[in-house]
């Protein structure tokens, strides 16, 4: 079973305008959940995360938002930029273990 | 030191051969772990170390794998008579672990692997 989901698996936004990539999970279990972004034939490079008990965290144009009773995230990017464009993945971090669940990530695609 | 390396960065086989993939961690790094991804998947846990333990393993990791941490800093992670289905990048992550809390893993290059 699938118990983090990215369900867009490509998005394409215009250069300035702003991204929101979709996350939704199905553990309550889950504590923290982060950001990881891939470039090709490179390794996740991590973005930003949450913590459960938190609803939004932001680190310059990067702002993720936790929604704890729909179990969904999202992270948002203003404004987008072409360096952006690259699959982003949603992970989460089940409480008391050390390993990490991931989406199936969306390929985003910033259009000059 | 500039991150989690992992060596080779791809290789290719043929079925039925062994391969043995090494992860040299983040250097203080006391955690390390082995991911598998497959085309249009999320990177899937495979085993983790803490130190040269071996804490968990997935299910994923049939009885052809094994990993070892041998001095609790480089990692090898090894796949017996390899099958096409084994094809797939293999990430290898580490992270500083000073409690029971979630602790970032940063993530090498990976090791893409073929089996013909």
């Known amino acids: 079973d699938q118990q983090v989901k990215q369900n867009s698996p490509s998005l394409s936004v215009q250069e300035g305008r702003i991204s929101i990539l979709n996350c939704d999970y199905t553990n309550s279990m889950f504590d923290y959940f982060l950001w990881y972004k891939k470039y090709p034939a490179e390794g996740p490079t991590f973005l930003i995360s949450?913590?459960?008990?938190?609803d939004k965290n932001e680190d310059g144009r990067f702002t993720v938002f936790l929604n704890k009773s729909a179990k969904h995230l999202s992270l948002h990017i203003v404004p987008s930029q072409p360096g952006d464009s690259a699959v982003y993945f949603c992970a989460a971090n089940l409480q008391g273990a050390q390993k990490l669940v991931f989406g199936q990530g969306t390929r985003l695609t910033i259009n000059p | 030191d500039t991150g989690v390396s992992q060596d080779p960065r791809h290789k290719i086989t043929k079925r039925g051969q062994n391969v043995t993939f090494r992860c040299d961690p983040i250097?203080?790094?006391?955690?390390l772990y082995w991911y598998r991804q497959t085309l249009g998947q999320g990177p899937e846990f495979l085993t983790y170390?803490?130190?040269?333990?071996?804490?968990?393993k997935s299910r994923l990791l049939s009885d052809r794998f094994s990993a070892e941490r041998p001095k609790g800093s480089f990692s090898t992670l090894e796949i017996q008579r390899t099958e096409q289905g084994d094809s797939a990048m293999y990430l290898c992550a580490s992270s500083w672990a000073s409690g029971s809390g979630y602790n970032e893993q940063f993530f090498g290059p990976g090791t893409r692997l073929t089996v013909l």
């Open positions: 949450i913590s459960s008990i938190k």
């Open positions: 250097s203080e790094h006391n955690r």
């Open positions: 170390f803490q130190n040269e333990a071996q804490l968990e």
